[in-house]
């Protein structure tokens, strides 16, 4: 089974950085394009980015690219989600997604929260 | 980057109805389009892939079809549990931009 397990969210301050990681199981990890999508609170979904199996290739949403940054560690089956200068626009629930055709699974998402 | 619409933003139909859901690409994207559905604090799923195939596990009452730039997600004989919202998405280009969705409810 399939689990993508996603950590490190809650509520942080303004313009502080954090570092989200997601959990990978049940899957050849190492064989998957992995990324990042986001959905703030009662909105729709927004694409952030994705890296490749190897980590030679990330492509991210222009808008988005200088605040985060998607990274992967194959030997420890986790992906990570560096996120700078959060502000207020930042706050949503952060899905780790696996890509296939399109995202063919997702994780639970966690919550992050920017406020003072 | 490529703009996605959906049309209608929000539905209401009754059990047994056959829906549709349109999504419009601003440019061809070439049959690169997945459809998922989110119910109500879940993650989102993958229904459809590359427009018109159905995702393992599916129910055989959805089903993509379109080209180009236009798509719809079908569901024949709606079910109680597929009161959600749905969206579409394009992979055929980065950034791989989102449909802004359409709240399906049940009349």
């Known amino acids: 089974e399939v689990k993508l397990v996603e950590s490190g969210g809650g509520l942080v301050q303004p313009g502080r950085s954090l570092k989200l990681s997601c959990a990978a199981s049940g899957f050849s990890f190492n064989d998957y394009w992995m990324g990042w999508v986001r959905q703030a609170p009662g909105k729709g979904l927004e694409w952030i980015g994705e890296i490749n199996q190897d980590s030679s290739t990330i492509n991210y949403t222009p808008s988005l690219k200088d605040k985060f940054t998607i990274s992967r560690d194959n030997a420890q089956n986790t992906l990570y989600l560096q996120v700078n200068k959060l502000g207020s626009e930042d706050t949503a629930i952060y899905y780790c997604?696996?890509?296939?055709?399109?995202?063919?699974?997702w994780g639970h998402g966690v919550m992050v929260t920017v406020s003072s | 980057d490529i703009q996605m619409t959906q049309s209608p933003a929000s539905l209401s139909a009754s059990l047994g109805e056959t829906v549709t859901i349109e999504c419009r690409a601003s440019e061809d994207i070439y049959n690169g389009l997945a459809w998922y559905q989110q119910k109500p604090g879940k993650s989102p799923q993958l229904l459809i892939y590359?427009?018109?195939n159905l995702h393992t596990g599916v129910p055989s009452r959805f089903s993509g079809s379109g080209s180009g730039t236009q798509y719809s997600l079908k569901i024949n004989s709606l079910q109680s549990e597929d009161v959600a919202s749905y969206f579409c998405?394009?992979?055929?280009?980065?950034?791989?931009?989102f449909g802004p969705g359409t709240k399906l409810e049940l009349k």
């Open positions: 997604a696996r890509h296939a055709m399109g995202i063919d699974d």
């Open positions: 590359n427009a018109d």
């Open positions: 998405q394009q992979y055929y280009s980065y950034p791989h931009t």
